[in-house]
């Protein structure tokens, strides 16, 4: 078990943009940050996260809550993984059990997936370091592709043993269960005998982007031809090829930092990179790109370059790949090596400087690289140079920005030497949704700009849904703010008309709204809100010093989820740098007993309509001689109404 103080201390150093910012490209926006949503496909931010509260919002999925929570959504952390991760990350000492073999039956599947994981990780490591064998093979192996014992630590490579089932007999001596280590292909189970998959190779733990152990890579190193020089462990709960990049873990900073990613083939590629300093460098593990893949990237930068082989056989189908990227909106450059150099050889050739300089003189824009490529091929090939005309077209009709595709025509035109009004047509046949052809994309472009009648149901506020809701925000950001109210006493003048009777006092926010919903009998209809409005005045008239970003820890999800969506439901719409313009708005901390006041006003306003439909049905319902007192009753209740509405200066 975690201690308490450990939990705390963890929730009192942690950043929430910090933590977030390792997995999603956040900018700023204002007090707060913005970034694609890692929850959902959308080309349009919608995921917010708030230093000052210390709370995200993704507005696409509806997800929400604090730096644990979004471990818990994004990396499938149970609770205590979340705080281990947190700890690690800030250089918190946390105090752990050693777990029994009771709790270790008791953690579910995909948990035990990983656990075993990370033991395989452990063991592979240690065999390459601590056996004859490993330091013979592996380690060896390993300083002749000319990696330093620091690099091989920090990428935990290493080495399986050349015996049946040496790694399979250790696991099981452990604990570990032989349908965990089937279930994540480390074992190969047929009928009563067993196998160690990587039997013989030297071992890539291939991590998530938080740094969880999904599955392995491994290379043999004799020369069987019978068996496959790499070999990947089988997908399973945990690994899922097509959404996993080698080296996401260790370059997601870099990639954020620099605004770039270098796209490799293999694990080597990445590792000599990074060794050699170019840290922004992952690779897809020698599978075809995947959309998921791209999309990966696309949480930390829009920018990608494709480094290929000066010899790549299948560069062609590699091409596909850039395609895929730009249907995601991303930028492509992309840059090929001499002939018989790959990303690893050059890197391990070259000093940090000239690689860099290599890459930064030799990255290509995608078109530009394409069109060289495939006119290279075609020479004076009349048939053969219009097939790569549509090619390149075809790739630019990829690309959802139209400005782009417009300026990628012009560029095209310019390097094929072909009229642009031929590359539009053509354009126009490949994807006829956006270009029916090119004389009519002026008149798209006006269409853009009509009004269009859209016959729409016009969705009904729930009012007292919205001002509970306003309730729960206001107690959530102002509860023990200390405010001069003015209340309104319902009395009888001379005359006997109800009148409003104005009195000053200072009292707490919470207080305030405590006492008036108790007086006037008013309960929440909506079940969360209810729950949560109890929660906070419980919270908040036990300490004095309430903070929301260490309440929210303190409650179950389904409510955390709540309170980020009330909190940052307003900021999702807020225009910021106003005070840039000289326009000083004034903001809702200078009026909280106005909108306090405000707001318990609309709500009595909107119980008294309530009640007066409910007399007005009575009467019609009975129809009964008896019904004068009830329509004195809805007399009185509409006068006391006109009294609020003066008081709110407008009309209900």
Same mark, same amino acid.
């Given at each position: 078990?975690?201690?308490?103080? %450990?939990?705390?201390?963890?929730?009192?150093?942690?950043?929430?943009?910090?933590?977030?910012?390792?997995?999603?490209?956040?900018?700023?926006?204002?007090?707060?940050?913005? #970034?694609?949503?890692?929850?959902?496909?959308?080309? %349009?931010?919608?995921?917010?996260?708030?230093?000052?509260?210390?709370?995200?919002?993704?507005?696409?999925?509806?997800?929400?809550?604090? &730096?644990?929570?979004?471990?818990?959504?994004? !990396?499938?952390?149970?609770?205590?993984?979340?705080?281990?991760?947190?700890?690690?990350?800030?250089?918190?000492?946390?105090?752990?059990?050693?777990?029994?073999?009771?709790?270790?039956?008791?953690?579910?599947?995909?948990?035990?997936?990983?656990?075993?994981?990370?033991?395989?990780?452990?063991?592979?490591?240690?065999?390459?370091?601590?056996?004859?064998?490993?330091?013979?093979?592996?380690?060896?192996?390993?300083?002749?592709?000319?990696?330093?014992?620091?690099?091989?630590?920090?990428?935990?490579?290493?080495?399986?043993?050349?015996?049946?089932?040496?790694?399979?007999? !250790?696991? *099981?001596?452990?604990?570990?269960?032989?349908?965990?280590?089937?279930?994540? #292909?480390?074992?190969?189970?047929?009928?009563?005998?067993?196998?160690?998959?990587?039997?013989?190779?030297?071992?890539? /733990?291939?991590?998530?982007?938080?740094?969880?152990?999904?599955?392995?890579?491994?290379?043999? *190193?004799?020369?069987?031809?019978?068996?496959?020089?790499?070999?990947?462990?089988?997908?399973?709960?945990?690994?899922?090829?097509?959404?996993?990049?080698?080296?996401?873990?260790? &370059?997601?900073?870099?990639?954020? @930092?620099?605004?770039?990613?270098?796209? $490799?083939?293999?694990?080597?590629? $990445?590792?000599?990179?990074?060794? @050699?300093? $170019?840290?922004?460098?992952?690779?897809?593990?020698?599978?075809?790109?995947?959309?998921?893949?791209?999309?990966?990237?696309?949480?930390?930068?829009?920018?990608?370059?494709? *480094?290929?082989?000066?010899?790549?056989?299948?560069?062609?189908?590699?091409?596909?790949?850039?395609?895929?990227?730009?249907?995601?909106?991303?930028?492509?450059?992309?840059?090929?090596? /001499?002939? #018989?150099?790959?990303?690893?050889?050059?890197?391990?050739?070259?000093?940090?400087?000239?690689?860099?300089?290599?890459?930064?003189?030799?990255?290509?824009?995608?078109?530009?690289?394409?069109?060289?490529?495939?006119? !290279?091929?075609? @020479?004076?090939?009349?048939? @053969?140079?219009?097939?790569?005309?549509?090619?390149?077209?075809?790739?630019?009709?990829?690309?959802?920005?139209?400005?782009?595709?417009?300026?990628?025509?012009?560029?095209?035109?310019?390097?094929?030497?072909?009229?642009? =009004?031929?590359?539009?047509?053509?354009?126009?046949?490949?994807?006829?949704?956006?270009?029916? =052809?090119?004389?009519?994309?002026?008149?798209?472009?006006?269409? &853009?700009f009509e009004v269009i009648k859209h016959e729409q149901p016009v969705k009904k506020v729930d009012v007292q849904y919205e001002l509970e809701k306003k309730i729960i925000e206001i107690l959530l950001l102002y509860g023990n703010e200390v405010e001069t109210f003015e209340d309104l006493l319902l009395k009888e003048d001379e005359s006997g008309e109800l009148i409003l009777e104005p009195t000053k006092h200072e009292v707490k926010v919470f207080e305030k709204i405590y006492l008036d919903l108790q007086d006037d009998e008013m309960e929440f209809t909506n079940t969360s809100f209810k729950q949560l409005y109890y929660t906070i005045i419980d919270s908040l008239h036990q300490n004095n010093d309430f903070k929301v970003k260490n309440f929210i820890n303190t409650v179950e999800p389904e409510l955390a989820a709540e309170i980020t969506t009330i909190l940052m439901e307003d900021d999702r719409y807020n225009l910021d740098d106003w005070e840039r313009m000289n326009i000083y708005p004034k903001g809702k901390k200078h009026t909280i007993a106005q909108l306090v006041s405000e707001t318990i006003?609309?709500?009595?306003?909107?119980?008294?309509?309530?009640?007066?439909?409910?007399?007005?049905?009575? $009467?019609?319902?009975?129809?009964?001689?008896?019904?004068?007192?009830?329509?004195?009753?809805?007399?009185?209740?509409?006068?006391?109404?006109?009294?609020?509405?003066?008081?709110?200066?407008?009309?209900?």
């Open positions: 078990m975690i201690s308490k103080n %450990t939990i705390d201390q963890v929730f009192e150093t942690v950043r929430v943009e910090e933590v977030i910012g390792d997995f999603v490209q956040l900018k700023k926006a204002g007090s707060n940050f913005k #970034g694609l949503s890692p929850f959902s496909e959308e080309r %349009t931010p919608s995921f917010m996260v708030s230093p000052v509260k210390q709370i995200w919002k993704d507005f696409s999925s509806g997800k929400g809550g604090n &730096a644990v929570a979004f471990l818990m959504e994004h !990396e499938h952390f149970t609770y205590p993984e979340a705080i281990r991760y947190l700890a690690k990350k800030y250089n918190i000492e946390i105090e752990e059990t050693e777990q029994t073999d009771e709790q270790k039956e008791q953690a579910n599947e995909r948990e035990s997936l990983y656990l075993v994981s990370e033991f395989a990780r452990q063991y592979f490591e240690r065999i390459l370091h601590k056996t004859d064998q490993g330091q013979a093979i592996g380690y060896s192996y390993f300083k002749e592709r000319g990696f330093t014992d620091e690099t091989i630590k920090k990428f935990n490579l290493g080495y399986s043993l050349d015996e049946w089932q040496a790694f399979t007999d !250790e696991a *099981l001596k452990q604990g570990y269960k032989i349908e965990f280590l089937e279930k994540t #292909g480390l074992t190969i189970v047929k009928d009563a005998k067993r196998f160690d998959r990587f039997k013989g190779r030297v071992m890539f /733990p291939i991590q998530s982007m938080s740094g969880r152990v999904l599955g392995f890579g491994g290379r043999i *190193l004799t020369n069987d031809k019978k068996a496959a020089k790499y070999l990947n462990s089988p997908e399973s709960d945990i690994y899922h090829k097509s959404k996993v990049l080698y080296g996401i873990y260790h &370059a997601k900073q870099s990639i954020a @930092k620099d605004d770039n990613c270098y796209l $490799v083939e293999g694990y080597t590629d $990445v590792i000599q990179f990074y060794q @050699k300093g $170019v840290k922004n460098v992952v690779s897809s593990s020698g599978t075809a790109l995947t959309p998921e893949q791209i999309r990966l990237i696309n949480r930390l930068t829009k920018n990608i370059t494709v *480094l290929f082989d000066g010899d790549a056989a299948g560069i062609r189908a590699s091409l596909r790949g850039i395609d895929l990227i730009l249907e995601q909106g991303m930028n492509v450059k992309v840059c090929m090596f /001499p002939d #018989g150099e790959d990303p690893d050889s050059f890197a391990k050739q070259n000093t940090f400087e000239e690689l860099t300089l290599y890459l930064e003189e030799n990255a290509q824009d995608f078109i530009q690289f394409k069109a060289s490529l495939l006119f !290279e091929q075609t @020479k004076n090939d009349p048939i @053969k140079k219009a097939e790569t005309i549509r090619d390149i077209v075809n790739s630019i009709s990829k690309i959802p920005d139209r400005i782009k595709k417009e300026v990628y025509i012009q560029e095209c035109s310019r390097i094929m030497d072909i009229s642009e =009004d031929v590359l539009f047509s053509t354009l126009a046949q490949i994807n006829k949704k956006e270009f029916q =052809d090119a004389n009519k994309q002026y008149k798209q472009e006006q269409k &853009a006003l609309s709500l009595r306003c909107f119980l008294i309509d309530k009640k007066v439909t409910e007399f007005k049905n009575e $009467v019609i319902k009975e129809n009964a001689s008896d019904s004068r007192s009830v329509l004195e009753d809805v007399m009185n209740y509409s006068n006391l109404k006109m009294l609020l509405s003066r008081k709110l200066n407008r009309v209900l």
